[in-house]
């Protein structure tokens, strides 16, 4: 494949549309916020057809798996063929074979997986909260006080803890997304001029 | 009738200043004889000692690129940080593995991890059913599966590069508990205090994309940080100045930005 | 006591965080609740909202987030049958549709009220922020069927519902860091009232938009269904799991003071 259809082509079709993009939100030409909105329907297909590589990719990752024998990949694509073909007989993702299969298995395999949040937050409270020096204090304090503060047992500690949320918290929070919202800003307008090229798999110099 | 619409005029006219300062050091940059110079980011250096952790060990170097994908700009920035990581593992023969949640970035990382093997002392190394592991897109399912493949691999260092949700915590302590070199670089605040808590290294907020652009070692890229730095600058002094009209009762600054 | 401190597996702590947590289920105990300022701030909002109007609820979310959205989301079905709100349901999430239909078999909706004149299922909209901005621009032009698959032109309630500018509040229930795209895409640019009705995780990243206007108020997890179920007068899992919350978060307190005391005595054990 030559480099300009590598490289040239899908640099340009990225850059044209990026710009077109940001001049249909400034601008009042109707053909630019048109065809601007245009655009933001068929990248609202595309991310949608980028979705249906997911199958594929797991299919050739685990159909090797499976017939070697690894039940999680049988398992897994059981599942992956089972659950549309249960669509397919059913007709609809509210019957009751489809929403029992759902519940069973995602829901509960999800909200499982989650809980295991709860235990990773202990296992940092007991390794992290050290009170070293005076910063770790500090931060144990704010800790403490939010966490009291936030359930009907910990009442007193309550405007205290509103108070550290809404205004410590919220000052740290715009001062980072400031920097964040810059960060993003000209990164983004390095990928419209080019500059950066990552994601047309191109191996830096380091 | 106006070019630019009502309500976002002074946004485009900023917009415009902002775009002009950063294309301009991007050619200042372009022009000058040495590249920019930024102070080191811990983070990143941090990720060549994995590696040769990694290495001494015996043992992989994971990259976790999570469910971000291409459509967002974390995504493109995650890659940024394979495409280093995997060069400089393929530099020292180090064993290489990658989470992958999004399914269209896995042939982009799979190409990616392949030429910098490629290009390394031991191309043979190189096994892309193995290296490039692609989980699952829905969040929780990746967490699972991350889970397990640093459990089975115990990773001499972990590089957590995409987006993530509220699973951050359950991603940093998987890699704690096998005793892994943690570096974490996400643009989410939020989950800035789970990995201070469970990683080695963080990478916080806005050096994230400056980190990208470090890594990629082109001094173009370093010049758009320049001009991000004086964006910046112009910022803070709109932000003084517009704290100060506010406080002394006057709101021109805020109807000028409104028009 | 230092040697068993010492000695101590963090896997008895995370044991007893389980038998914490469940026991409040076997043996309920109420406390009074204080309603945080942001729900209330929001809750206020919504009642000076006429009748008949359009609430858009984006259920942002999926099954592992349910513990702490969900009663979020069924409490607001029930106040917009209460005050006769008209109901349009969305999801930018997979999982989305299937929790709203959870939703709608929790609250009975189907048999009190009408469907397709008093709420309708807009089902999954795929595509991201970018079908946010395409919903938000122009609803039939994005969409020519509802969840069900019945044609727009159906349904009489969607006849004067052409984009976010027709809807009078949009109440977002996520988990994740989505609410940013019905704010900054819809709210941002329409200027539609905006409630966030959030995670935990997720209530940091929202509460700064607050004092500045851009969302009316925010339900910070499941003290924030909580102080909604109260407010709202409904009984769900938010007042339901409230003392479990409470329980938990005194033993993460207690888990920090026993992580010090370890500490002080490895290093009172080191020094001598």
């Given at each position: 494949m030559s480099v300009t259809m590598k490289k040239y082509i899908p640099l340009g079709i990225l850059s044209f549309l990026g710009f077109h993009m940001i001049a249909g939100y400034f601008l009042t030409v109707p053909i630019v916020v048109d065809t601007a909105r245009e655009v933001q329907n068929f990248s609202a297909i595309i991310s949608t057809v980028a979705l249906g590589f997911g199958p594929f990719a797991i299919l050739r990752q685990h159909i090797p798996r499976g017939r070697k024998g690894n039940i999680f990949s049988i398992v897994l694509l059981a599942g992956l063929i089972g659950m549309p073909v249960l669509y397919l007989i059913t007709g609809s993702t509210v019957s009751l074979p489809y929403d029992w299969t759902y519940r069973s298995t995602v829901a509960a395999l999800d909200t499982a997986i989650y809980s295991l949040v709860a235990y990773s937050i202990i296992a940092g409270c007991f390794r992290a909260?050290?009170?070293?020096?005076i910063d770790s204090l500090l931060v144990m304090g704010a800790a403490v006080v939010l966490l009291l503060g936030k359930v009907p047992i910990g009442g007193a500690f309550g405007p205290l803890s509103d108070w550290l949320m809404a205004t410590p918290n919220t000052a740290g929070y715009r001062g980072v997304q400031l920097g964040v919202g810059l960060g993003l800003f000209a990164y983004s307008l390095r990928i419209l001029l080019g500059v950066e090229r990552t994601w047309l798999a191109e191996v830096g110099e380091s | 009738m106006s070019f630019v619409k009502t309500g976002k005029i002074s946004v485009f006219l900023l917009f415009a200043l902002c775009f002009a300062i950063i294309t301009f050091t991007l050619y200042l940059a372009k022009k000058r004889e040495k590249p920019i110079k930024l102070r080191s980011i811990a983070g990143v250096v941090a990720i060549e000692e994995g590696i040769g952790r990694s290495v001494e060990l015996g043992k992989p170097f994971a990259v976790d690129l999570h469910t971000s994908g291409l459509t967002g700009v974390d995504g493109v920035v995650a890659l940024s940080y394979l495409s280093y990581s995997a060069k400089k593992a393929a530099l020292a023969g180090c064993d290489y593995v990658v989470g992958i949640g999004a399914p269209e970035v896995v042939p982009v990382a799979e190409d990616i991890v392949r030429t910098a093997y490629a290009s390394g002392p031991k191309p043979e190394m190189f096994n892309a059913s193995r290296m490039i592991q692609y989980i699952s897109p829905v969040q929780f399912a990746y967490t699972g599966g991350w889970i397990g493949l640093v459990g089975r691999e115990k990773p001499g260092a972990i590089l957590i590069a995409g987006s993530m949700g509220a699973e951050a915590m359950l991603i940093g302590e998987a890699g704690q508990m096998v005793g892994s070199i943690q570096i974490a670089s996400a643009?989410?605040?939020?989950n800035i205090p789970f990995f201070i808590t469970s990683c080695d290294y963080v990478i916080i907020g806005e050096e994230h994309y400056v980190g990208a652009a470090v890594v990629s070692g082109d001094r173009v890229q370093l010049g758009c940080i320049l001009g991000q730095d004086y964006w910046k600058i112009l910022t803070l002094a709109l932000i003084v100045v517009g704290a100060l009209m506010a406080t002394l009762g006057l709101k021109d600054l805020g109807d000028i930005l409104k028009i | 006591m230092a040697e068993v401190l010492l000695k101590l597996d963090r896997r008895y702590l995370q044991l007893a965080l389980a038998i914490i947590i469940a026991l409040p289920f076997f043996f309920p105990v109420e406390f009074p609740i204080q309603v945080s300022p942001e729900t209330k701030q929001g809750f206020d909002f919504i009642q000076k909202l006429p009748e008949g109007s359009v609430i858009l609820i984006a259920y942002d979310a999926s099954a592992a987030g349910m513990a702490e959205v969900h009663p979020q989301f069924n409490a607001m079905i029930e106040y917009c049958i209460k005050r006769h709100f008209k109901i349009i349901t969305v999801s930018t999430w997979a999982e989305g549709p299937m929790l709203i239909e959870w939703g709608f078999r929790d609250t009975k909706i189907f048999s009190r009220l009408k469907y397709g004149q008093d709420f309708v299922n807009l089902g999954y909209l795929s595509g991201g922020s970018a079908a946010i901005m395409a919903f938000a621009k122009d609803v039939h032009a994005l969409l020519k069927m509802d969840h069900y698959g019945n044609k727009m032109e159906t349904l009489p309630m969607m006849d004067k519902i052409n984009n976010a500018k027709d809807i009078a509040l949009i109440y977002d229930v996520a988990v994740g860091g989505g609410f940013t795209d019905w704010l900054w895409y819809v709210q941002g640019v329409y200027k539609t009232p905006m409630y966030a009705a959030v995670s935990a995780w997720a209530a940091p990243t929202a509460l700064p938009y607050l004092p500045s206007g851009q969302i009316v108020g925010l339900n910070n997890g499941l003290k924030g269904a909580a102080d909604f179920e109260k407010l709202v007068g409904v009984r769900g899992f938010g007042l339901g799991g409230i003392t479990s919350l409470s329980s938990a978060h005194l033993w993460a307190v207690l888990v920090m003071v026993i992580g010090n005391l370890i500490y002080f005595a490895g290093k009172r054990k080191g020094g001598k």
């Open positions: 909260f050290r009170v070293r020096n | 643009s989410s605040i939020t | -």
